[in-house]
């Protein structure tokens, strides 16, 4: 089992950025497709973006164009680059590792197996 910590989070303005990390330890996950979630008071969990274990991305369509992932499997850490952030981005953001190792399609939230505590962002308008 991988144990995910997420960190980055914290309070931007509107139209700011923000860098969010996921490190994991207990395997290496350079092998794992990654996924960020986020969940907003009162609201389901929504995906946001994912990126699989050769470098290919997917994405959210309410954060095309602003927010991006990248690996760095040497440090066994997945980014979120979040720019240009609305209020509507306020959420815990979590990331996700696959369950399974060389899925070479967007996993479904169930596949998932291995989440972090989550990190608080908050986008002020």
């Known amino acids: 089992q991988v144990q995910l910590v997420e960190s980055g989070g914290g309070l931007v303005q509107a139209g700011g950025s923000l860098r969010l990390s996921c490190a994991a330890s207990?395997?290496?996950?350079?092998?794992?497709?990654v996924g960020w979630f986020r969940q907003a008071p009162g609201k389901e969990r929504e995906f946001v973006f994912a990126?699989?274990?050769?470098?290919?991305?997917y994405y959210a369509d309410a954060v095309k164009g602003r927010f991006t992932i990248s690996r760095d499997n040497a440090k066994n850490t997945v980014y979120l680059e979040m720019n240009s952030l609305k209020p509507e981005d306020t959420a815990v953001y979590y990331c996700?590792?696959?369950?399974?190792?060389?899925?070479?399609?967007?996993?479904?939230?169930?596949?998932?197996?291995?989440w972090g505590q989550g990190t608080q962002v908050t986008v002020s308008s």
């Open positions: 996700a590792a696959d369950r399974k190792s060389y899925r070479d399609y967007l996993p479904s939230e169930a596949d998932f197996g291995s």
């Open positions: 207990g395997r290496t996950f350079g092998t794992y497709a």
């Open positions: 990126i699989s274990w050769t470098g290919t991305k």
